[in-house]
């Protein structure tokens, strides 16, 4: 058992305590112990106050920032002032005096600010900083709230301001693992690298951080602390990533089911009209530009790139579309095979739409925010196939699409399932 950590819970656990005697002492000069409502209300107060500080992961976090730490007790402190409020309005028996609750949110907002400030060095949980990269402006972080313990650089052997390489890129997670790593930040100028280093250590349970500089590639909240910011690896919060997944779960056992009962109907229809296997299956992008096989009806002919190689469709005006195609694609009826990558996890039922590898690359080149889509899964449906907008228009489709990921809820998601199921059945 930690010892540290048992000591460290122990005194959070009386800091919760004397806060709350605290406030009564300065509102009433007066503590009343005997009193049974002052007991019940003393309890109900320290259940809400650890749990929000459990849950936020402020009670037995292993290392952080100064300003990460104070952002989790800020948000733990608020919710559980608004709980305690709300306990009080709904009950009145057991409503908590509001000087009390305001006093106590007070003086536990700055009485653990001050002991986990004080106390980092103690208990060794500053976080464990590694630098992916050479940047002189990640490296500022050095003297400014972080520890940082090395660099991994491919090209450079020398210390930079007396912080060692460690290794190479290859070495990543031996260094992560060998050295306690915590927080990367991520330092290299290029999406490929950024996904690179993500894929290859998102396992590691460590948070990851960016400059200024790659604002574009990655997706932040845009707040800069000691030259860095955070890199959103889960956009969407706890409630809505638990809510999403059982929604794509349900309607993708549905369409599953849609997809065995139809599947020897639209096996033969494919098949006469034209040569080729009734699916395709072709190479797509999900999270952090990782590649999944996407599976679809075949709408086109089967030499449909054969001298182009690969383009963006032009749609059921396409030229290489068959006759069956066509009608497919108005109903987007190709795209019921998707529901399978739905159930193994690579899709998601709302989502930007996944693109092929090889025109990725060429969007990035163009539109640098294309690879903050490669931030959450890919979708069936998308707010830009609602709205009409194809891949023949890029900048607007990313527009759509990065809207969506700051804004996605399991209200945004069902709206946008119901706009597509009403352009489905109109054949839009």
């Known amino acids: 058992m930690d010892v540290n950590k048992v000591i460290r819970v122990i005194t959070i656990i009386l800091i919760a305590f004397g806060t709350y005697l605290l406030s009564y002492l300065v509102r009433y000069q007066n503590i ?78 700055t009485g653990l600010i001050i002991f986990y400030y004080y106390t980092r060095e103690q208990f060794n949980l500053r976080e464990n900083t590694l630098v992916v990269g050479t940047s002189f402006t990640s490296l500022k972080a050095l003297r400014k709230g972080y520890r940082i313990i090395g660099i991994i650089d491919d090209k450079r052997t020398a210390p930079i301001f007396n912080v060692p390489v460690l290794g190479k890129l290859a ?19 290029s999406h490929e690298g950024i996904f690179s280093i993500i894929n290859n250590s998102i396992d590691m349970n460590v948070k990851y951080k960016t400059i200024p500089d790659l604002y574009e590639y990655v997706v932040t909240n845009k707040d800069v602390s000691f030259g860095v910011m955070d890199i959103n690896i889960q956009p969407y919060n706890l409630f809505s990533r638990i809510s999403k997944r059982i929604m794509d779960l349900i309607i993708g056992l549905v369409g599953c089911i849609l997809f065995i009962i139809s599947f020897p109907l639209f096996y033969l229809i494919i098949k006469l009209d034209s040569k080729g296997p009734a699916l395709l299956i072709q190479q797509r992008l999900t999270t952090y530009n990782r590649v999944f096989h996407l599976i679809k009806y075949r709408t086109m002919r089967v030499d449909a790139e054969k001298k182009t190689g690969p383009v963006i469709s032009q749609g059921r005006k396409d030229p290489r579309v068959t006759k069956v195609g066509a009608v497919l694609r108005r109903y987007h009826l190709d795209e019921i095979p998707q529901f399978l990558n739905i159930m193994v996890g690579h899709m998601s039922v709302v989502g930007p739409r996944p693109e092929r590898p090889e025109l990725s ?63 489905v059945m109109s054949g839009k």
Not at 68 to 87: E, G, N, P, Q, Y
Not at 177 to 189: D, E, M
Request: hydrophobic share 50%; charged share 20%; aromatic share 12%.
């Open 361 to 423: 690359r060429i969007m990035t080149k163009d539109i640098t925010e294309w690879t903050k889509r490669l931030f959450v899964k890919p979708g069936l449906t998308g707010l830009a196939q609602v709205k009409n907008i194809t891949g023949l228009q890029p900048k607007e489709k990313v527009k759509q699409d990065l809207y969506y990921i700051k804004n996605q809820s399991v209200i945004l998601d069902i709206k946008i399932i119901l706009r597509t199921l009403l352009l």
């Open 32 to 109: 009343p112990y005997t009193d049974q409502l002052f007991q019940v209300l003393l309890f109900v107060n320290m259940a809400v106050y650890l749990s929000y500080l459990i849950y936020f992961d402020v009670l037995l976090v292993e290392r952080y920032s100064v300003v990460d730490i104070s952002h989790r007790i800020f948000k733990a402190v608020l919710l559980s002032l608004l709980t305690l409020s709300t306990i009080g309005f709904l009950d009145w028996t057991y409503r908590m005096p509001r000087y009390i609750v305001l006093l106590n949110a007070l003086f536990m907002l």
């Open 171 to 189: 070495d990543l997670r031996k260094v992560i693992k060998n050295y306690r790593i915590t927080s990367i930040i991520i330092a290299q100028k």
